[in-house]
């Protein structure tokens, strides 16, 4: 699948410009039947210091199944830089991923080379923003370095730097490379990308995500929503369903602390007020502040 995907990279034109030293993030995340998660992260999202550097949010809808559709369709309505992807058919992570950047493509193409976003930031419905400097943190790596690719990487599992995959970032320019896989369809979908940016011999950054505080990730829901919605679906067979918090001491207590503060704005019948919120809130993104 690696092969195929790269050859569609070869023959699929691309308005990637090189990047020119200004981060434009374009968040993308994946929700798999995992709404109540989502919602807390836009929250702790919504209270970043610099969420103007983000100037479009993809939120990519793989056949939701707990009721979440309605919500996520009002908020992508209610916000201009909010953008809606529906799947119905094959709702893999990977694919999820790559409609996301290429919604990106479509949104941007009469925009000027100097508003199109020029950093991917995948995200995972179930990660939260602890720090409010994690998103001006991340931009600076790319503002102020060569890097490539932003992530907490790992060198214990394959012979190149690999990536913990729940909050990553990676230059356009370079994830539009053809010698660059773009998200296969696996347990770790990123693999590839990281290997092969690592043979290309571009800059692999290690941004501390979870071991420095900056975000919490959860870990497991999307196997655990597959095994309450999807029981055919391969992700319900997988043995390990239980939260990990990347191994992060007291990571259970931090993310309970979380979702408390955050426990009336979740309730279902606060949904209006959650729109209302997330709505005013990202109304600056794309203002670079």
């Not at 309505?77 to 809606?84: A, F, K």
């Not at 990281?194 to 420095?212: E, Q, T, V």
């Amino acid at each position: 699948q690696a092969w195929t995907l790269c050859r569609w990279k070869l023959t699929r034109a691309s308005s990637v410009e090189p990047f020119d030293g200004q981060p434009r993030i374009g968040l993308v995340t994946v929700n798999f039947s995992t709404t109540r998660y989502l919602k807390l992260m836009l929250i702790t999202l919504g209270q970043q210091v610099d969420l103007g550097q983000i100037h479009r949010l993809v939120i990519v809808d793989n056949d939701c199944r707990d009721g979440g559709l309605p919500f996520l369709r009002e908020l992508a309505t209610r916000t201009e830089r909010v953008h809606l992807v529906e799947h119905r058919l094959f709702p893999n992570h990977a694919r999820g991923l790559r409609s996301g950047v290429a919604t990106l493509d479509q949104v941007e193409r009469s925009s000027a080379p100097n508003e199109r976003t020029n950093i991917v930031l995948a995200c995972d419905t179930d990660v939260i923003f602890l720090d409010s400097r994690t998103v001006g943190d991340l931009s600076s790596v790319f503002a102020t370095s060569d890097a490539a690719f932003a992530g907490e990487l790992r060198h214990d599992v394959y012979p190149y730097p690999e990536a913990q995959a729940s909050v990553f970032a990676v230059r356009r320019d370079c994830y539009a490379r053809p010698d660059v896989t773009p998200f296969v369809h696996h347990g770790a979908p990123a693999n590839w990308i990281h290997r092969s940016l690592w043979r290309a011999g571009l800059r692999l950054h290690d941004f501390p995500s979870n071991r420095g505080g900056y975000i919490l990730h959860r870990g497991r829901r999307g196997v655990a929503a597959a095994g309450e919605y999807r029981r055919r679906d391969p992700h319900a067979t997988a043995r390990a369903r239980f939260p990990h918090y990347m191994n992060v001491p007291n990571g259970q207590a931090i993310w309970e602390g979380v979702e408390k503060r955050h426990e009336s704005i979740l309730d279902p019948d606060n949904e209006r007020d959650l729109i209302e919120r997330l709505a005013q809130q990202f109304s600056v993104l794309g203002s670079g502040r």
